[in-house]
């Protein structure tokens, strides 16, 4: 059975096929982190949620070319290195390197690219779209030196939101604050230079000033994947006006429909409340880490829920979320003592467990579904080894097909950093079973528990956990 999705453009469950005629490579852009401070754990609930959709993309046999852009040019940027009296691209430096180390905490796999808005290659390329635009007259110039998108030349304008924007359609000149403008609705690609920008500008055909955020995403988006996207994700609050303004600047531009897929995550909420900077109401991913919490534990929290539920965070959802992982790892290890040195068969058929935890992903990423098929795995399992009718070739392909699944939710057991001492011991037994030197073998695995780590053999080779 297909990867079943359901599309903010068509709000309907939609069977998946990439555009590559072969059916295999899939070209997903991802909004990333506007890197003004630490992203908090709302942010990476979408990453967590895009992470999980490409690993289970995976899985499913497609290989995924993925670009998460970085914002390092906007309002929140400028103000941030202002504030602190340093050029915006040291600024901006230590939230890169925060971001990339925090996803690296939570296990997210990397995306193929990670482009910058201020890359120079990428600002010439917005400003090549605005001159598209301006010639094509669905862009214009405004007093001021910035450049307007018209969204009047657009008339699919607001579709994907399911909006009626006849009020924003232009009736002559609109007093707003952007006076400038011909209509409220129309959005900016182009910001003229002002006094609080600074340093901070690009030269362009129309003076000095900066891109929109909108046409950061459509230049890198196309620029890296084409102007064709099988998918395009990001959280609700990006539907309108980012993703709506992203189509209409990038179909404008190439003639091409921009995303057949169009996926959003529900918002991260704290007592009823979207939790966002803005609102004070946050916690960073070392907030937590500093209570004691794990990347892990963390990361089940935000996996958990179907990502167009809201999910509602707590302390004492981390703590469960403890709770649960204890069980799995308590149950792996169970079965790696059963399993001992025995190899599951390669033609082994998958495990009916393993089928309907796969199947829930494949319907929209249901991941709760996916997630009471393993647990009810988990207890049924558990009981026939405490019956006694597991044999080691069952524990083997049980830990095989297990393999599969946390290939998607990457839920393993923090591995301890293993000391030089107990590596080095552990490297003379492996020399000792080459040489087929069991006893030698066996006083070294005595001395390896010594040092407090038991030596699994597996066929991946040794495997060390504390004991
Ligand atoms: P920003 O850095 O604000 O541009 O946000 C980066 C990404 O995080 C976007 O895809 C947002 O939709 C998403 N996001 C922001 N706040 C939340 C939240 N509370 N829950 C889920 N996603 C969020
Ligand atoms: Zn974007």
Avoid at 227 to 240: A, K, Q, R
Avoid at 293 to 309: A, D, F, K, T
Avoid at 337 to 344: I, K, M, R, Y
Wanted: one cysteine or more.
């Amino acid at each position: 059975m297909s990867v079943r999705l359901l599309n903010t453009a068509s709000r309907s469950l939609e069977n998946f096929t990439p555009l590559d005629p072969a059916g295999r490579v899939v070209k997903m852009y991802t909004c990333g982190p506007t890197v003004y401070n630490y992203a908090h754990i709302g942010n990476f609930r979408a990453y967590i949620f895009e992470d999980l959709l490409q690993r289970h993309l995976e899985v499913r046999g497609y290989a995924v070319e993925r670009v998460m852009n970085l914002t390092d040019v906007d309002d929140k940027t400028i103000a941030g290195c202002k504030r602190c009296g340093v050029p915006l691209a040291d600024f901006t430096q230590t939230f890169k390197d925060a971001f990339f180390e925090d996803i690296k905490t939570l296990r997210i796999r990397p995306a193929t690219h990670y482009p910058a808005a201020t890359a120079p290659e990428y600002i010439e390329r917005m400003i090549d779209m605005i001159k598209t635009l301006q010639a094509k007259e669905i862009a214009y110039l405004a007093e001021d030196g910035s450049v307007y998108f018209r969204i009047a030349k657009f008339p699919r304008y607001g579709e994907l939101a399911h909006l009626n924007l006849e009020e924003l359609r232009p009736s002559g000149r609109i007093q707003s604050d952007e006076y400038e403008k011909e209509a409220v609705g129309d959005f900016a690609l182009w910001k003229a230079w002002n006094p609080n920008d600074g340093d901070v500008w690009w030269e362009s055909p129309w003076g000095r000033g900066r891109p929109g955020w909108h046409i950061e995403c459509s230049a890198m988006a196309t620029a890296l994947l084409g102007p064709e996207l099988d998918i395009h994700c990001g959280g609700v609050d990006n539907i309108f006006p980012h993703h709506e303004a992203e189509i209409a600047q990038s179909e404008c531009v190439t003639g091409r429909h921009f995303a057949r897929t169009w996926l959003h995550c529900a918002h991260l909420m704290v007592d009823g409340q979207k939790m966002s900077k803005s609102l004070g109401n946050f916690y960073t991913l070392r907030d937590l880490l500093a209570k004691g919490y794990s990347g892990r534990e963390i990361r089940y929290v935000l996996l958990s829920v179907h990502y167009r539920l809201p999910l509602n965070f707590t302390l004492s959802g981390l703590d469960a979320a403890r709770a649960a992982l204890e069980r799995l790892d308590a149950w792996v290890e169970r079965l790696q003592t059963l399993a001992g040195e025995t190899l599951a068969s390669k033609e082994h058929p998958p495990t009916p467990a393993c089928t309907r935890f796969l199947e829930a992903l494949d319907d929209d990423l249901n991941i709760s579904g996916a997630l009471g098929h393993l647990f009810d795995w988990i207890r049924e399992s558990n009981r026939a080894m405490d019956a006694g009718s597991v044999t080691a070739l069952l524990a083997a392909q049980t830990l095989a097909d297990f393999a599969r699944i946390q290939s998607v939710l990457e839920l393993g057991a923090e591995t301890a950093a293993v000391p030089a001492q107990v590596l080095a011991l552990v490297e003379q037994r492996q020399a000792a079973r080459a040489a087929r030197d069991w006893a030698g073998s066996d006083v070294l695995r005595d001395a390896i528990a010594a040092a407090g780590w038991q030596v699994k053999d597996t066929k991946q080779g040794p495997q060390l956990t504390r004991v």
